[in-house]
Nanobody, 124 residues
């Protein structure tokens, strides 16, 4: 089945950088919008960034200028380069993919898929 797996989370000091990756696997036929969300302790899940299939990128205003999203569809991978991290960036980061998949002979299904998250902790 279709799966998304994030990696790259770690403990980093304020001002540091991390690069998150999200790899999609399974019977994928199309990759539409890929997005990153985060869930910090005591807060609701929050949109971070999204990139459409034609390269249009949107960022949450709190990360604009510090985070850069990219994707490599041939590798079925989305990335989130995070620079100048602050303690407020501490969260579990989730990848969401709007993906098409082969669901049967001549059939394709489009749905949103989520990864299980990767933990980012920014602390001195």
């Amino acid at each position: 089945q279709v799966q998304l797996v994030e990696s790259g989370g770690a403990l980093v000091q304020p001002g540091g950088s991390l690069r998150l990756s999200c790899v999609a696997s399974g019977p994928i036929s199309d990759i539409y919008t890929m997005a990153w969300y985060r869930h910090a302790p005591g807060k609701q899940r929050e949109f971070v960034a999204a990139m459409s299939s034609i390269g249009i990128i949107d960022y949450h205003y709190t990360v604009r200028g510090r985070f850069t999203m990219s994707r490599d569809d041939a590798e079925r991978t989305a990335y989130l380069q995070m620079n100048r991290l602050t303690v407020d960036d501490t969260a579990v980061y989730f990848c969401k993919g709007d993906l098409g998949s082969f669901s049967g002979p001549g059939m394709r299904t489009r749905a949103d898929y989520w990864g299980h998250g990767t933990e980012v902790t920014v602390s001195s």
